[in-house]
């Protein structure tokens, strides 16, 4: 392992500042927000997946003690502007309302919103409103959503087809699918949903003689959610702030702004009143986005040797009723990525996204991920197929550093990765060989079935498209010498205050307590991303750097300035501005910021009174990250239970502002998948009525499902400043056909096969006849 | 409306209410102790924990009345003056056992109630006292290391 020199700050695992209030219940959550005045806010849904609306009768509601308003469609549909969530990703199709008017698409959609003096009085009217709807059949089955004899979900676009995107197939491609080594299989993955432990909740304050509307929302994008509450009440983006504070969890439930926050935000325009609204649970699982639906159709064709001559992927996703950011945005990635990390000379995809009567589909930790999970499944089934160890596979089809830059059959450039490197760590830490020999013996003596699993993967970050790879960041040092930074982040676990004053602290030479983050509000930061997609080490922490640079240039001048030096002598070490080789000679960084406030007539002529920066980071296009998820499970032949006994990280994040949080940020993707691949599932029934709306059905991984993960890391450093790569969403990335692969491999031992998640007993207990 | 009177971390609380109030709707609003969080109010997350007269409870599936006469201790009640942490809470700094913080106060109790019952518990002992508690962020991995290292540190 190499790692890089680390740093005074950036490098090191500092315990996190945000820690000390989240533990001690001083954090402050939407829910905690107050207002005098403030009013409370509850939604009745569809329990119907797709039908007409018959009847809506709200008087018994609005009758009742407590009750300030029961909205309708009618009420608020004619003065909303665009529901459109975010304009970043233009998302086509679904014609997206605030309320449900005369149909119903999904069970769960919100029919009336009702406000009343208490959440208890809230519900006790919900419940007096009656609503009929004549269900009609329901579009459930992805697969069969797109057949002639099917309802349409939407009836004003004619089609259940959201978005294509389909590559031609060249005719050596096709020769090559028809030929000889051919592998060919077909993978699902079932419904599940980011579960944050902290719903969606908002509290939206419009003060009409101000014409100001002011909100609190639980978050990952409080520049963008401001715009988008902006666009749908028709106040003016100036007048409009949003603040995030603390946020408990989003995994990128909350990147986008959901139709409910918007509802709100528009009724409390409406009625000129302070509302809240807080999910509860039922409502998040059933409502807020799903995710990971989808089937792949695959084929592999190799050479004698086994290695990759051609690919081929047919991939449809469920985007559900009312997609959350992109239509088929997942699976144009899940085409595009297939090949991932391994040498393939010619490759042609088809991705589809598909409108059903579901939740719609949004974004959740490595929104594309199925393009590792397909691929990787596909390697094993492949190698087993062809007859050779996975491991093998993999050793003669990934590309070698040696090789890099590499462009993919799809056009995309490989740079700047280890995916070889990763590989051959994490199965020297899982000791591969030695398991293999133990697995033998155990199945040959005592019946028992063990499997050992990889997952390799590339990661993108994002960058492509605007302004997903932008940040600004404001460095402003107090006259005292201490340093506000303010970020247009959304942090929601990732220790964000912490990292970015780490990296500070780092480009000024000063000390870190000396350095605070302000984030999580649209009014007092520059316009920002927000954060999810993997960005902030390398977005928002060069964003810093280079705002950094502005004032580390300047204090030193002004320094330079007062000790009759040359700038290019002078060093900050330690928060002293000194000649290098003479640190006698210097001057103190809160002496130099004092100055320029406050003693401006010493700062050399024409210069600018303060010490302050603005200064943007543009990511590039592509930068990658990588890792080798390893594990090892046994299967219960007699229950159909899967226990994973180790399980192994080897990760490349190019060079880790802190390590602690970088493995914390794996550990938390990692058992995600765990559960997306064990536990989790969405389950709907064929009429579209959700069968899994408690922590009762619908599984988390607990403490005792969950190992003890280890670590390897191996450091390429990306070719931008400061050299970091996203590594937010690879843990979730890796995880799922890593632990599929173990159980595929154990098995394999007695012949029988898996092809679906998750692998929940009775799954297992098919599979072994 | 119901009178009910209890010790809330050390104070005594008066207060008339509804008696279908949850026992958490009255910490973190009428007591305004919002530290005690709600992930899921059917009593399966664990982030609403309390302590009731010494014991783990759920706040979410107790009625403020039922607490009627009782000594409650919430998130806020466990660290020192002045924002000290807790041994416990100290213990999950130390070990990042927690990131966006949200299940963190049930947690923090949860862990504070098993140590109390067995000062040196093993990590199968640890695993099972903490199952019934969930958190999406961590992978559970720094929540243990942490309860292993408070136990440690109070030996």
Redesign the interface.
Known sequence: MSLSTAGRFVGQSV??R???R????????V??IVIPGMLHCTFVRSDAARGRIVRVDVDAARALDGVIAVLTADDLNPHAGTMQPTMLLTTPGAPLRPLAATDVRFVGEPIVLVVAESR?LAEDAAELVEIEIESEPAVIDVERALDADVPIVHPELGTNLGAEMAFPIAPELEALLQGENVVKRTFRQQRHTP?????RGVVVEYEPAAGELHAWMSTQNPHEAKHAMARVTGVPAHLVRVEGH????G?GQKFFTPREELVVALAARRLGRTLKWIE??RENLIASNHARADVAHCTFAHDADGRLTGSYIDHIEDAGSFPIGATGGAGALVGLLFTGPYKCPVASLRTRAVWTNTCGRGAYRGPWMFETVAREQMVDAAARAIGIDPLEWRRRNVVPTAELPYTLPTGLPLDMVSPSETLEQAVEIIGYDAFRVEQRRAFAEEGRLLGVGLGLYVEPSTGMMDPMGTETAVVRVNPTGQVTVALGTGS????IETTMAQVVAEELGIDYDDVTIVQGDSSVTAYGRGTGGSGTAVIAGNSCRNACAIVRTKAIEIAAHLMEAAPDDLEIVDAQIAVRGTPTRSVAWAEVARIAHLETARLPDGMEVGLEATATFKAPAFSWSNACHACTVEVDRATGVVTILRYVVSEDCGVMINP??V???V??????GIGGTLYEHFIYDDDGNPLTT???DYL?P???E?P??EYGHVETPAPTPGGHKGMGEG?AIGSPPAIFNAVADALALVGATIDHTPLSPDVIFAALG | MLPVEMTVNGGRRRGVV?P??TLADYL?EDCA??????????G??G?CTVFLDGEAVRSCLLFAVQADGSEVT???G??GAD?A?SPV?DA???E?G????????GF?VSVTALLAENSAPSETE???A???????????????RAVQRAAEESR
Not at chain 1, 195 to 199: A, C, G, L, Q, R
Not at chain 2, 98 to 105: A, D, E, R, S, V
Request: contains cysteine; negative net charge; glycine residues 16%.
């Open positions: 315990k996190r945000e820690d000390p989240l533990l001690t219940g001083h954090g402050r959550y829910d905690d208890y579960v944050p432990m902290e719903t603390d946020v408990g969890g995994f509860d649970r929601h676990g990732q220790g602690m949080i493995e914390g940020q550990a938390g993707g990692v058992v995600q408690t922590f009762m988390l607990t403490t005792t969950v003890t993960i843990g | 509804e279908r109030r973190r102790l919002t530290g005690t969080h709600l992930g899921c109010e059917h399966v997350c982030a919430t998130i806020e466990l660290g924002g942490l809470q999950f700094r130390e990042h927690l990131q966006c913080g949200f299940c963190t106060p923090v640890v695993r099972e903490l199952s019934g508690n969930l958190c999406r962020c961590t992978g559970y991995q720094g929540i243990v």
